[in-house]
């Protein structure tokens, strides 16, 4: 992270702070998605590429599906409860259905090598910066 | 209309105790299912990002607890630019009733999802009378 944590214990406090700051961010802005907000996204940057990480709990692997087309990514899928023979719901907070959300980053990403990674229930992307789109260093004379 | 609904997103909700914890962090209450079958009670977790070294589930004086800890170490040099939800650790207790045989508990975790079966006590299980 780029902000200095001088007290060890203060790390997990900014890092939450900082995730709560960013919720006003505009950086996504309205862009054209397909309909639904969920699974919810984080977007991070890490040097020039950027990084989005969703929680998708019990969802396996097989029931998303990641599409990139252009600077546009895709991320559908479903995700399912099996109760099995249950005799009596105590509580049910979990939802499963169906999600299909588009959503267009900003910044121009190499489509060919976006990677995706899917751990106990999240979802990581990798996109990488298009080499034309970086910004080139120049020199002080 | 669509045959199954569409998800909606659920915003994570933190836990409020009435005591502080002497290493401020913030906990979320994990989303939790809790059904039961004829032999068993059935607790199930929403955990997302934890694997099963970071996951404690204790027993004790009747309340069951489970705490699964986030590792911040896999943001390291991730800046946030845009967020959506907040990350942090899981905790929440429930109270058991003496219908659980406390000794007989069985875990599991996958995708996120932590599965507790705990099974009832002998003298709690439904008993068929015949008819003479």
Redesign the interface.
């Known amino acids: 992270m780029a902000m200095l944590f001088p007290d060890p214990f203060d790390t997990l406090q900014q890092f939450q702070q900082t995730l709560d700051a960013f919720r006003a961010s505009s950086w996504l802005g309205s862009s054209p998605s397909a309909a639904g907000a969920y699974p919810p996204l984080n977007v991070f940057r890490r040097g020039e590429d950027v990084v989005v990480i969703t929680e998708v709990p019990g969802v396996r692997k097989a029931d998303i599906q990641v599409q990139v087309k252009g600077n546009t990514i895709r991320l559908s899928g479903s995700k399912t409860i099996d109760y099995g023979e249950a005799a009596a719901l105590h509580r049910r907070e979990r939802r499963a259905g169906h999600f299909d959300r588009a959503v267009t980053v900003p910044v121009e990403i190499d489509a060919d090598a976006v990677k995706a990674e899917c751990r106990d229930g999240v979802l990581a992307l990798y996109l990488p910066r298009a080499e034309r789109d970086k910004p080139k260093t120049i020199a002080i004379g | 209309m669509?045959r199954?609904?569409?998800?909606?997103?659920?915003e994570k909700k933190e836990v409020v105790g009435k005591e502080e914890s002497t290493?401020?962090?913030?906990y979320f209450l994990p989303?939790?299912?809790?059904?039961?079958?004829?032999d068993a009670?059935?607790v199930?977790m929403?955990?997302?990002?934890?694997?099963k070294e970071d996951i404690e589930v204790k027993i004790e004086d009747d309340v069951l607890r489970v705490e699964a800890k986030i590792n911040?170490a896999n943001?390291?040099?991730?800046?946030?630019?845009?967020?959506?939800?907040?990350?942090?650790h899981f905790a929440r207790s429930f109270t058991l009733s003496n219908k659980l045989d406390q000794e007989q508990v069985s875990a599991h975790?996958e995708?996120?999802?932590l599965t507790l079966a705990l099974k009832k006590a002998k003298e709690a299980l439904p008993r068929r009378i015949a008819i003479n």
């Open positions: 669509a199954s609904q569409e998800l909606q997103v659920q290493v401020p962090s913030r989303n939790t299912d809790i059904y039961e079958t004829d009670l059935t199930i929403e955990i997302p990002g934890v694997g911040f943001y390291d040099g991730l800046e946030p630019l845009y967020t959506e939800y907040n990350v942090g975790v995708d996120g999802v």
